[in-house]
């Protein structure tokens, strides 16, 4: 089965860029089967969606983030990622990166997650 | 405010039956199907209810979702210490140039 893994940065300063990566094992990145997205969840509240990545290149982001949100996928290091421009201290969250074999909304597997916290 | 809307809160004690609701709307439970999220405490989030009413491998049949018009539900029978534990249902919204929602969470206490 798939297995999901986050990496990047847990301290990002306010304006700066967040990047994460997330790393893909146990079935293939450019699989049709699979799409890829990214979800977060600020400490003590709920889930928000970021957006989602086909196995095409395919790009679906939230509204609300649109503008700041950059979703890509590396074939070649079975990894995709996430960047997220002029963060402020709203950002903070743990992010999980998951993956989508169903229907929209249909996550079947996830990260562990990992907290970023926006702060100077 | 989430848009789809979920009690924040609910409680059963063992072996009891116990159901949380998301209400939506025509543009996202009412044209997309539901799907239902456990996440236990400093955990990642878990699928347990997709399609509506179907389980995935490995989640007992003490769980089961429903969907009826604009709402959703989900129902654990049985209730068991391990099904404390946050509760999420998401759905695809499609206005606007769409998007996936969640709904706001229900914190499930087990007495």
């Known amino acids: 089965q798939l297995q999901l893994q986050e990496s990047g940065p847990g301290l990002v300063k306010p304006s700066e860029t967040l990047s994460l990566t997330c790393s893909v094992s146990?079935?293939?990145?450019?699989?049709?089967?699979?799409?890829w997205g990214w979800i977060r969840q600020p400490p003590g509240k709920g889930l928000e969606w970021i957006g989602t990545?086909?196995?095409?290149?395919?790009?679906y982001y939230n509204p609300s983030l649109k503008s700041r949100v950059t979703i890509s996928v590396d074939t070649s290091k079975t990894q995709f990622s996430l960047k997220l421009t002029s963060v402020t201290a709203a950002d903070t969250a743990v992010y999980y990166c998951?993956?989508?074999?169903?229907?929209?909304?249909?996550?079947?597997?996830w990260g562990q997650g990992t907290l970023v916290t926006v702060s100077s | 405010q989430s848009v789809l809307t979920q009690p924040p809160s609910a409680s059963g004690t063992p072996g009891q039956r116990v159901t949380i609701s998301c209400s939506g709307s025509?543009?996202?439970?009412?044209?997309?199907?539901v799907n239902w999220y456990q996440q236990l405490p400093g955990t990642a989030p878990r699928l347990v209810i997709y399609?509506?009413?179907q389980r995935p491998s490995g989640v007992p049949d003490r769980f089961s979702g429903s969907k009826s018009g604009t709402s959703a539900s989900l129902a654990i029978s049985g209730l068991q210490s391990e099904d404390e534990a946050d509760y999420y249902c998401?759905?695809?919204?499609?206005?606007?140039?769409?998007?996936?929602?969640f709904g706001g969470g229900t914190k499930l206490t087990v007495l």
């Open positions: 025509s543009s996202n439970i009412g044209s997309n199907t």
């Open positions: 399609s509506n009413n």
């Open positions: 990545i086909s196995y095409s290149g395919t790009t």
């Open positions: 998401a759905a695809w919204d499609d206005s606007l140039i769409g998007r996936v929602l």
């Open positions: 146990g079935g293939s990145i450019s699989s049709s089967r699979y799409y």
């Open positions: 998951a993956s989508r074999s169903g229907s929209l909304t249909q996550f079947d597997y």
